[in-house]
């Protein structure tokens, strides 16, 4: 089986408050579960803000992020999977869970 990179876009700013976050996580634990018992989770990761970010760039730190973006990368799963159609189902399964404005990026691991 091939891994696959679910990665998580989230806009910049402060996270939704725990009233509509909370529901989130739940749910998002849920179908880590479900990806466990099916053998295809191999380890997830939430990430601090993007604030919290140094970069290096030939050698120079830059404090915070530097892309000149909306959006950071907010956490990612690392799954396997049969094929491309498979990993996709399981990133279309949690975008549904964490619904727009995030997106989710499928991408094989080399």
Same mark, same amino acid.
């Given at each position: 089986?091939r891994?696959?990179?679910?990665?998580?876009?989230?806009?910049?700013?402060?996270?939704?408050?725990?009233?509509?976050?909370?529901?989130?996580?739940?749910?998002?634990?849920?179908?880590?579960?479900?990806?466990?018992?099916?053998?295809?989770?191999v +380890? !997830?990761? &939430?990430?601090?803000?993007?604030?919290?970010? @140094? %970069? *290096?760039?030939?050698?120079? #730190?830059?404090?915070?992020? +530097? !892309?000149? &973006?909306?959006?950071?990368?907010?956490?990612? @799963? %690392? *799954?396997?999977?049969?094929? #491309?159609?498979?990993?996709?189902?399981?990133?279309?399964?949690?975008?549904?869970?964490?619904?727009?404005?995030?997106?989710?990026?499928?991408?094989?691991?080399?």
């Amino acid at each position: 089986m091939r891994q696959y990179l679910l990665s998580v876009y989230q806009p910049d700013g402060d996270p939704p408050p725990p009233e509509i976050l909370d529901p989130i996580m739940v749910d998002l634990g849920k179908l880590n579960a479900e990806m466990q018992a099916a053998g295809a989770w191999v +380890f !997830a990761l &939430g990430l601090h803000p993007a604030s919290t970010a @140094t %970069v *290096i760039r030939d050698g120079v #730190l830059t404090d915070g992020p +530097f !892309a000149e &973006g909306k959006e950071h990368l907010g956490g990612f @799963t %690392v *799954i396997q999977a049969r094929d #491309l159609d498979a990993a996709l189902e399981w990133g279309r399964r949690m975008s549904a869970i964490l619904r727009p404005p995030l997106a989710i990026e499928v991408r094989p691991v080399v």
